[in-house]
């Protein structure tokens, strides 16, 4: 039949009946389970990337970078097949576009307490009230290219917003 499958799956149900790459795909793009919170699944998903944050950041900048450069590909690639897997757009389950937004939040910035504190609150704020252009990336771009873009730009402007704060305090 060549209708569009109205049918949306749990992450459960999907995974049950997925093969080994959907799997794969809805393991990553739900940052192992934690998208799987019944509230606030994306401060969830933001919170379970603390522990990538913390090694990366005793690792050096250049890890973080290649951690960034390594995981948007991948956060676009699960968000894109989890969102076929699931017969959903943007569902709330996907959320390691928070797990790569948070990344860039802290990206080259001291790690402290009061960074990373702040980085989680700006990072979120940002991410739920989407400013422009973040709102049209979300609607306008499909697939796992608008899952991930619209927490990137989210990621940006925490980055950006996070250095002034510094500054201001310091």
């Given at each position: 039949?060549?209708?569009?499958?109205?049918?949306?799956?749990?992450?459960?149900?999907?995974?049950?009946?997925?093969?080994?790459?959907?799997?794969?795909?809805?393991?990553?793009?739900?940052?192992?389970?934690?998208?799987?919170?019944?509230?606030?699944?994306?401060?969830?998903?933001?919170?379970?990337?603390?522990?990538?944050?913390?090694?990366?950041?005793?690792?050096?900048?250049?890890?973080?970078?290649?951690?960034?450069?390594?995981?948007?590909?991948?956060?676009?690639?699960?968000?894109?097949?989890?969102?076929?897997?699931?017969?959903?757009?943007?569902?709330?389950?996907?959320?390691?576009?928070?797990?790569?937004?948070?990344?860039?939040?802290?990206f080259l910035l001291p790690l402290s307490w009061l960074t990373l504190c702040l980085g989680f609150v700006l990072f979120r704020f940002i991410?739920?009230?989407?400013?422009?252009?973040?709102?049209?990336?979300?609607?306008?771009?499909?697939?796992?290219?608008?899952?991930?873009?619209?927490?990137?730009?989210?990621?940006?402007?925490?980055?950006?917003?996070?250095?002034?704060?510094?500054?201001?305090?310091?």
């Open positions: 039949m060549s209708e569009l499958q109205s049918d949306t799956l749990t992450l459960k149900e999907a995974f049950r009946k997925a093969d080994f790459s959907m799997k794969s795909a809805l393991c990553l793009a739900s940052w192992f389970g934690a998208g799987l919170m019944p509230v606030a699944p994306g401060t969830f998903g933001t919170l379970t990337a603390l522990p990538l944050v913390l090694v990366l950041s005793h690792m050096g900048e250049l890890y973080e970078g290649l951690a960034l450069l390594i995981l948007v590909p991948l956060a676009v690639w699960s968000s894109s097949l989890s969102e076929r897997c699931l017969g959903r757009s943007d569902p709330p389950e996907v959320v390691v576009d928070e797990v790569a937004g948070f990344l860039l939040t802290l991410d739920i009230a989407k400013p422009f252009p973040i709102r049209w990336f979300e609607k306008n771009l499909r697939g796992g290219t608008g899952v991930v873009l619209d927490d990137l730009m989210a990621g940006i402007y925490a980055n950006l917003g996070l250095r002034l704060l510094m500054l201001w305090i310091s």
